[in-house]
T-cell receptor, first 113, second 114 residues
C-alpha cells in the first residue's frame, strides 16, 4: 500500500497563478482532509470530505477549492495564488469520522512569490 | 473557539524520560491525540485516548488525561535519539456534520541529547 500520496513535493508559484495540489489514497478511506502548516503554528484545516461527492469548509477555506469525484482522490485548487498561501500543505485520510486511524501524506511545500 | 496549548521546546538526555504537556479548552472533546512529525515528513499518529479514559499505555508511551484540568501529557520512557521530532497534541469533537474535526497545538520540539 502506498498510503496517502501527495504531488508535487515542492512548488513555486507566482502571485496570481493557479494550480492543483494532488492527493490520492489507496486505503478506501471515506474521510479526507487538507491542512496547512505554517511556522510556529499547528495544522489548520482547510477543507474536508466525508465521502465522494461531499465536501465542506474547515477553519481556513478562503482562496481554496476542493472536489471529491472519487473515493481515492481529493485535489486542492488554488485559484489565484497569494504570498499568504506560502505554506506546507498536508493531506490526510481516515477510515472513519473519529480520525483515530488517520494517515497523513508527506506534504507539499508551496512558495508563492 | 477551541484552543490547544503546548510548550514549544523540550530537551532531554538519552535514556531519561520525556514528558510533553498539553492543555485544551473545549470540554466536549471526544478524542485526544499525539502525533509525531520528523523533519521533512508528514504527521504520524502515535496514540490517542478517548475522553472517558484517564490513562493509556503503549510500550514506551504513556498518555495521561486529566479531564477536570483539561490537561493531557505524553510520557516517553527511555528516550532515544530517534525520538527527536516535533510532537503535536490534537483534540477532536463531533462537528455535527458527520465528521470529527481535529484542532492541533503548535507542536513541541523534542531534542534528545546523546
Amino acid at each position: 500500500n502506498a498510503g496517502v500520496t501527495q504531488t508535487p513535493k515542492f512548488q513555486v508559484l507566482k502571485t496570481g497563478q493557479s494550480m492543483t495540489l494532488q492527493c490520492a489514497q489507496d486505503m478506501n478511506h471515506e474521510y479526507m482532509s487538507w491542512y496547512r502548516q505554517d511556522p510556529g503554528m499547528g495544522l489548520r484545516l482547510i477543507h474536508y470530505s466525508v465521502g465522494a461527492g461531499i465536501t465542506d469548509q474547515g477553519e481556513v477555506p478562503n482562496g481554496y477549492n476542493v472536489s471529491r469525484s472519487t473515493t481515492e482522490d481529493f485535489p486542492l485548487r488554488l485559484l489565484s495564488a497569494a504570498p499568504s498561501q506560502t505554506s506546507v500543505y498536508f493531506c490526510a485520510s481516515s477510515p472513519d469520522e473519529t480520525n483515530t486511524e488517520a494517515f497523513f501524506g508527506q506534504g507539499t511545500r508551496l512558495t508563492v512569490v | 473557539g477551541e484552543d490547544v496549548e503546548q510548550s514549544l521546546f523540550l530537551s532531554v538526555r538519552e535514556g531519561d524520560s520525556s514528558v510533553i504537556n498539553c492543555t485544551y479548552t473545549d470540554s466536549s472533546s471526544t478524542y485526544l491525540y499525539w502525533y509525531k512529525q520528523e523533519p521533512g515528513a508528514g504527521l504520524q499518529l502515535l496514540t490517542y485516548i478517548f475522553s472517558n479514559m484517564d490513562m493509556k499505555q503503549d510500550q514506551r508511551l504513556t498518555v495521561l488525561l486529566n479531564k477536570k484540568d483539561k490537561h493531557l501529557s505524553l510520557r516517553i520512557a527511555d528516550t532515544q535519539t530517534g525520538d527527536s521530532a516535533i510532537y503535536f497534541c490534537a483534540e477532536s469533537m463531533d462537528s455535527g456534520a458527520g465528521s470529527y474535526q481535529l484542532t492541533f497545538g503548535k507542536g513541541t520540539k523534542l531534542s534528545v541529547i546523546p
